[in-house]
């Protein structure tokens, strides 16, 4: 790689990067071009000489005697700091480059081409490195023959190991699996049937169009990619380049391409891929996402990065947990956490949106922030306190079982509690001070997993270390939501979260008493808002989702806002009540922890 980089430097000074003027003369252009060829020859050999100095000899050598340029020097300099066995120096080096302002490409495309590995994930996570740094991803292979995308990614489907699935996996794969495929998979060692003949649930919706078995094939593939075996067998089987070509050919398509990052991002919680992930040349597609105007491109991105930095990031990122602040490396050191946490229909990122005022905001970025902002947390919170890591957690909900996303999915609040409770704790929550942020029914999880880490000593730091909660309308005592118009096709047959929301859950109950007294014994600091004003669900159903009484913990401050359940965690501006009161908590909660 290096002797391609000093090849540029050579052909520069001898004046070829520029095409030569053309001569009418034969025999002059044989001259030129044996006598380039024999200064090229000269060069090279003065290549390897420089190299080795460089790489080989002792840090304070001096150049004095390598005929090549002192910006040049710099560049080689801080390659070989980026190898160096002391990881401060390395870490020095990376922040060098990102912040060389006034270098020439080839200088660019020699770093490009002769760092290593963990050199190329440090740039792509520096703010302010030049997308020059990184080199265009390898060419793709060509699709077999008489063969297209869809069906790659089909038999890639049908070749993962059928073991260790659950309901969920089974039922996307099922759903995006075509006979062919389930042909293909017999012939390689099982027939995907669960239970009966064919696929009958696939079935019922006839001939299903090829954007629609390609998300399926993805959410099955989000869920495999989960498992570590999987995740071999995925990169074995040629899946990082045709989740790339899928990428390309998506540009337009964001559902589509977040469904790959999620893969690529769970992929990369399996440290012996790195480097293929790195070769295959994702590492320059995420350096640009990850600078995205958008909020889910960019935090997707920042998710993959994260997970590929075992340089500075000692914490792994599951599937559904995305840290907002700070997504890039940063010399600011990081006191305490904030932790986001959604409620019903709920996600990590439109939950904590700016209020929408009646304005036309699908996919549209404003410049300025502080006008409006897609997610205030990111945009607001990280400058009031830079010193927070925050983070937003999202997971699948549902209204109604007509509404779900996966058929055979039932997933209790308890079972949601152990599930996120892991994750964040794979993420490192717990070693800081936390405050955790919730609306509705993400204000239950956050009880539910609290009282869960009390009882695992290995959770104990959680507990030890939180030191506020706030509720956004949270159902404490339930919600009326369950019980209201079962003519309504969106509650014919309400999900298993809905139906722990009703006011007479034994489980609501139990909940609400242990949190209560645990939280008094704890002296954990609450406040708590809740909304005055009913909020239409559909287009038929106004419901006051959560009245004063349901909002009321019984611990702490309950502030009523004059807004709906969906408008009580979506600041109007900067300035409104709502976010300065949220601030300040956040802000006096964690007043010790931020001054050390």
Not at 126 to 147: A, G, I, Q, T
Not at 419 to 430: F, S
Not at 509 to 526: I, P, S, Y
């Amino acid at each position: 790689m290096s002797l391609a980089a000093y090849c540029v430097i050579c052909c520069r000074r001898m004046g070829t990067s520029t095409p030569p003027p053309k001569s009418s003369t034969y025999w002059r252009d044989i001259r030129i071009t044996y006598q380039a060829r024999k200064e090229l020859h000269k060069a090279v050999r003065k290549v390897l000489a420089t190299s080795a100095r460089i790489f080989r000899g002792p840090f304070a050598d001096t150049f004095s005697t390598v005929d090549i340029e002192d910006h040049d020097c710099a560049v080689w300099l801080l390659l070989r700091k980026s190898r160096s066995d002391d990881r401060a120096a390395r870490l020095q080096a990376v922040q060098e480059m990102s912040e060389a302002r006034h270098w020439h490409d080839y200088q660019y495309r020699i770093i490009a081409q002769a760092c290593d590995m963990r050199t190329l994930t440090g740039l792509a996570r520096s703010k302010d490195s030049d997308l020059r740094f990184f080199l265009r991803p390898p060419p793709l292979p060509s699709l077999k023959e008489d063969s297209s995308t869809e069906e790659e990614l089909r038999h890639l489907l049908a070749s993962l190991p059928q073991t260790d699935l659950d309901e969920c996996i089974q039922c996307f794969t099922a759903l995006a699996l075509s006979e062919s495929s389930q042909s293909l998979a017999a012939q390689k060692g099982g027939l995907w049937c669960f239970g009966g003949n064919g696929l009958p649930y696939a079935e019922s919706f006839g001939e299903v169009p090829s954007a629609t078995v390609e998300m399926f094939c993805l959410e099955a593939l989000v869920k495999h990619s989960e498992i570590p075996t999987h995740c071999d067998k995925i990169e074995a089987n040629g899946g990082l380049q045709l989740l790339q070509r899928l990428y390309q050919l998506h540009k337009d398509c964001p559902k589509v391409q977040r469904n790959i990052m999620r893969i690529l991002g769970n992929m990369a919680l399996n440290e012996h891929l790195h480097s293929t992930i790195v070769r295959s040349g994702w590492v320059s597609i995420l350096a640009e996402a990850i600078k995205s105007q958008h909020i889910m491109e960019a935090s997707h991105a920042a998710r993959t990065l994260a997970n590929l930095d075992r340089e500075t990031v000692p914490d792994k990122y599951h599937d559904g947990v995305y840290v907002l602040h700070p997504q890039y490396r940063t010399s600011q050191p990081i006191k305490a956490d904030v932790l986001f946490i959604h409620g019903l229909m709920g996600a990590a990122f439109k939950t904590w949106r700016q209020q929408d005022n009646d304005q036309d905001l699908t996919e549209k970025v404003s410049e300025d922030e502080t006008k409006y902002t897609t997610c205030w947390p990111k945009s607001w919170l990280a400058r009031d306190c830079p010193a927070l890591r925050i983070i937003s957690v999202e997971y699948d909900t549902s209204l109604s079982d007509w509404r779900a996303r996966c058929p055979t999915e039932r997933k209790s609040i308890a079972f949601r509690s152990n599930e996120l409770l892991r994750k964040l704790r794979a993420a490192g929550v717990g070693d800081r001070p936390v405050v955790w942020v919730s609306h509705s029914m993400g204000g239950l999880l956050v009880k539910k997993m609290l009282l869960e880490a009390s009882k695992k000593p290995e959770m104990n730091t959680i507990i030890n270390n939180t030191r506020g909660i706030i509720f956004y309308s949270v159902p404490h005592h339930g919600s009326h939501l369950a019980e209201y118009s079962v003519n309504i096709r969106y509650l014919l047959f309400p999900s298993l979260e809905v139906k722990e929301l009703s006011k007479d859950s034994p489980a609501l109950k139990t909940l609400q008493d242990d949190f209560l007294e645990f939280a008094k014994d704890k002296n954990f600091q609450v406040l708590s808002f809740v909304e005055t004003l009913p909020t239409y669900i559909g287009s038929m159903i106004k419901l006051h989702v959560v009245p004063l009484d349901s909002a009321d913990l019984g611990l702490g401050d309950l502030i009523p806002v004059d807004v709906n359940h969906l408008n009580i965690c979506k600041p109007k501006k900067k300035d409104a009540f709502l976010y300065q009161r949220t601030l300040q908590f956040i802000r006096d909660a964690l007043a010790k922890d931020l001054e050390n």
